[in-house]
């Protein structure tokens, strides 16, 4: 007999509300939860077939080693003993610069990172790689200088706005936002809204869209300073915004003035009359945008970004109910400040962290050189550098190079097959708890518990405890008194969390505040233990020292009234607070509205500069903009060493799912690996549909069966970034990384230009 079960999608930040028809410890069906405060009757593509991520023959059952040439089974106390004893080794010869971490957490996941950066601060490095490096380095930074706040990216009003701007981005295909369809077709229905999407793809999202901006491959930024210079010129600018909130809008104005705005729309291939529109549209409408990977992984994606969140100043839209807002975020990240000298710039390529995380590009020759501080030692967890990070060959030999590589995981990866020791992990379907670092709706605040709807096959453990369990064995932690796993008990037993939160601090306390940044470890160890999940207690504990406004709380009452601590303590209203919204969420598998956004006091709450003002100026943009003229950018756009076309590493397509997936079953009805390209660019070439040719880089060659298509414009073709991956012994497609270079990243901050990489396509000749 089936059983419909609730949970939340895991595949995106998205978390959009699933119902899971269970059989057998089988999920056999999967439909949108129309009970879903999220999501609604919406689910994407990646939802429905997420039972594919849950079944596959190639699920890792128990702990392994690497024996010579093949693995070993063994046990989780022999790896506990065996890893602990050679990273204790490694660090205690070459201190805690040669141990890093990659991964922490996959899509929508974030008790992993809640006990990952914990470990990692415990042996004193700083050395975290998240997929927020790849992307997001270039936003978070920008963030930082103009808010003072890294983790801070913004997104549209889309209740309120009356203009949706997706730059760089197909959200109808992509799913970046809540409920993507149905809003975008709304607004794109709506006489009295517009739809304006700037890319130079006639994706799906532009195909609906009043107004295309078809800009050329790579001229964002100057498409960008060319535009915010034609606002000043015709005098559009919102001057009474500038003045009230902005700092440095004197010398930031100076960027823009005297340039030669038509010469620089010539280079990016957008007509004065269209641009002038454009600019009139921004200047007298509420608009808010989405930025998405055509930006962040394009050239110059840190100068995009900043130049972006400067048009909103000038436009008056930033931190502005109706146009961009940041979304609440449950808990935050780091401000990485990187002249700080606190902060570790990697020897080798010089290169810093954002928010805490470093670019994964930087990854192999940190580990590869032969300095005394490179990279000795990594802990991976649900992540496959190996075909998700720059450069796939550089990867694989710098993942070899390391003396100790463990990689956690629910299958088999390309990544999993280079490690020395492999830990089996639950998929987030088969554990109960875990919660979603972002919050992507406004002005709702909601927060989830993931509901695991089938039990894991084999010994998998939850990465997040695997991390404490980990820390525990390497000594990294004191032995944990019996009075805090009973304390942890009783609080599972009586729903009195606070009197165990109580004891947990004072234990740290007792220890002159030691231990502080390990507190997740320690509740994992004991709440998580008790409540037989880790990422359930990082659920609660992430509540619990969120940093919610307290005037944005709902009333969840009546879980606040009445706890006896309050008498004592009434300072800790605010905790028990939180804890309520825990309990509501607890009773609510699909997720619970706790708060409302703040919206009254947007600008006072997320600007972190002392002055409460958009700092608009700063000394790296001032050197970068200087090379951003059309002269300069015509020279950089041209192509050379051979190359004729531009690849853009990545694409979304209805056909693609996701690299999480893996499962070759869920391609059973479609084959989206192939190469798209402009109907007029195969003509000149002679191609066919459907014919195989060759794709060539600086770094390899792959063979692609052509698609034409009028969704790409002239010069720039794309590819899939879903392949690449070997399933029980047959490869599935070439992946788009073998293609790419870890050393061809943004110059400011690090992020990869996968959707800017020169290559030469070529009819294949056979011998």
Known sequence: MSEWKKTLCNLCAM????????????????????????????CCRKGRSAKYFVENRERILYPKKRVGDHYERISWEQAYAEIAAKANAILK???PRSRAIIGGGGGATGAAAATAQPFLKAIGSQYFFNPIGVEFMGIFWSCGRIFGDQFHPLEPDDKNCEVLIFWGSNSYVSHQLPNARPMIRDFSRDPDKMVIVVDPRLSETARMADMHIQVRPGSDSLFLRALIALILEKGWQNRDFLYRYCKDWARARAWFLDFDIDGALEVCGVSRAQAEKFARILTTKKWGMHQDLGLYFGRQSTLSSYLCLLLMAVCGTLLVPGGNIPPVRIITLDYSDEYDPKVWRMPVTGRFPVAGMYPEGALPDEVLGDNEDRIRMAFCNMSNPARSYPD?????????????????????????????????????????????????????????????????????????????????????????????????????????????????????????????????????????????????????????ISKLPS????????????????????????????????????????????????????????IKHKDKKFHLWCKEIDEAIKTLTPEHEAEALNLKDGCNMILSAGRHSDGGMNTSMRNPGSYRFRDPYRLAMNPEDAAEFGFTDGETVRVTTKKGSIRIPVEITWQTSRGYCLISHHFGLSYEGKA??????????????DELTGNAKWRYTPCRVEKIQEV
């Open 392 to 544: 796939s060959q550089k990867m694989e030999e710098a993942l070899r190079h390391l003396e100790l590589f463990v990689a956690m995981d629910c299958v088999e990866t390309e990544t999993t097959r280079l490690a020395d020791y492999v830990l089996p992990t639950p998929s987030a379907y088969e554990v109960g708890g875990d919660f979603d670092v972002f919050a992507f709706h406004y002005p709702e605040i909601l927060y989830f518990s993931r509901r695991g709807v089938v039990k894991a096959p084999g010994e998998a453990r939850e990465d997040a405890m695997v991390y404490a369990e980990l820390a525990e064995a390497m000594g990294l932690i004191p032995k944990l008194p019996q009075y805090l796993y009973d304390a942890a008990e009783e609080a599972v037993r009586t729903g009195d969390r606070i009197t165990y939160f109580m004891k947990v601090v004072g234990w740290i306390a007792k220890g002159g505040m030691k231990y502080f940044d390990q507190a997740a470890i320690i509740i994992a160890l004991t709440l998580g233990k008790a409540m037989g999940s880790a990422g359930h207690a990082m659920c609660w504990a992430a509540l619990l």
């Open 732 to 745: 599935h497609g070439m992946h788009i990384n073998y293609l790419t270079d870890h050393r061809d990243l």
């Open 551 to 606: 005037r944005a709380i709902m009333d969840v009452q009546p879980d606040t009234k009445g706890h006896p601590i309050l008498a004592r303590l009434p300072g800790l209203s605010e905790f028990c607070t939180m804890d309520a919204a825990f309990a509501l969420v607890d009773r609510h598998p699909e997720g619970a509205v706790i708060a409302h956004s703040d919206t009254e006091h947007l600008m006072e709450r997320h």
């Open 15 to 42: 978390t959009c509300g699933l119902e899971m028809e269970v059989e057998d410890n089988r999920i056999i069906n999967v439909r949108p939860d129309p009970s879903s405060p999220s999501s609604e009757c919406y």
């Open 93 to 95: 010869a070459h201190g």
